[in-house]
């Protein structure tokens, strides 16, 4: 069965740094595709990053492209989420995902201004 298990949000300061981490436990991590959503309240769920299964293909949304990195640890069953250059406008709760519909419990991201 498949697990999501996230970690890495908090608090920062705009310009500050931050990573996220979400653990893989069960399934075939090798055969899907992961990323990340984000979400705040009001608003829907939406993309922020993708890597594909065999780690060859990223994608990321035009809102963090240049700050964001999403890279996979396959030694781990880990998939990271490098935010660079924070912005209070990237305050949300952020969803690990799995391929095709598997989710993390959302970690909390808040910057301040």
């Known amino acids: 069965q498949v697990q999501l298990v996230e970690s890495g949000g908090g608090s920062v300061q705009a310009g500050d740094s931050l990573g996220l981490s979400c653990a893989n436990s069960g399934g075939t991590f090798l055969l899907h595709g992961m990323g990340w959503f984000r979400q705040v309240p009001g608003k829907e769920r939406e993309f922020v990053a993708a890597i594909a299964a065999n780690g060859g293909t990223k994608y990321l949304a035009d809102s963090v492209k240049g700050r964001f990195t999403i890279s996979r640890d396959y030694a781990k069953n880990t998939v990271y989420l490098q935010m660079n250059s924070l912005k209070p406008e990237d305050t949300a709760v952020y969803y690990c995902?799995?391929?095709?519909?598997?989710w993390g419990q959302g970690t909390q991201v808040t910057v301040s201004s």
């Open positions: 995902w799995l391929t095709p519909n598997y």
